[in-house]
């Protein structure tokens, strides 16, 4: 299986990138919340009646809020690692077979001019910079010369 952990710190990606981010300020809140509740019991003694059934409608509203952005991160995670694996597969498929996939798809152009036509629109250095292109670029020519 593969590991988040892993996963985020093998991939240089923006969209990786954005979803530690996004995963980082999820888990930083997530520890200011569970402070609020250590320090909500810290002090409940020493409050009237009011306060402390304030103090216990924050609580149960805090942890609610938790349950909520750990059930966010959870399923995040679960998406990226399911991203990935895919992403995993996409990049092994490509690296090798694309040669001979351009290679037939360049031959099939000869003949079909729609085929050319979307060749000719190819920056092909960008491909090799951008990996996400270069998969769709891959499963764009292996529908189109099927």
């Keep these: 299986m ?19 981010k996004t995963l980082d300020i999820a888990k930083f809140k997530c520890g ?3 402070k609020r509740l250590l320090l909500i019991d810290d002090e409940y003694f020493n409050k009237n ?3 402390q059934n304030e103090a216990e409608l924050i609580k149960l509203n805090t942890q609610n809020e938790i349950a909520a952005i750990k ?6 995670e ?3 690692v399911q991203y990935m ?8 498929e490509v690296e090798s077979n694309f040669d001979n996939l351009v290679k ?16 000719n629109q190819i920056i092909w250095d960008n491909l090799e910079k951008n990996t996400e292109a ?11 010369i099927a």
Aim: glycine share 0%; no cysteine; charged share 35%.
């Design 2 to 20: 593969i590991k988040m952990k892993n996963i985020q710190q093998n991939s240089k990606h923006l969209y990786t990138k954005e979803l530690q």
């Design 32 to 34: 200011f919340l569970e």
């Design 49 to 51: 009646a009011y306060q």
């Design 71 to 76: 059930r966010v991160i959870n399923e995040k």
């Design 78 to 80: 679960q998406y990226f």
């Design 85 to 92: 694996k895919q992403y995993v597969e996409d990049m092994d």
């Design 104 to 119: 037939d798809a360049k031959l099939k152009a000869e003949t079909d001019i729609t085929l050319k036509n979307f060749l």
């Design 134 to 144: 270069k998969i769709y670029f891959y499963k764009q020519i292996k529908k189109r």
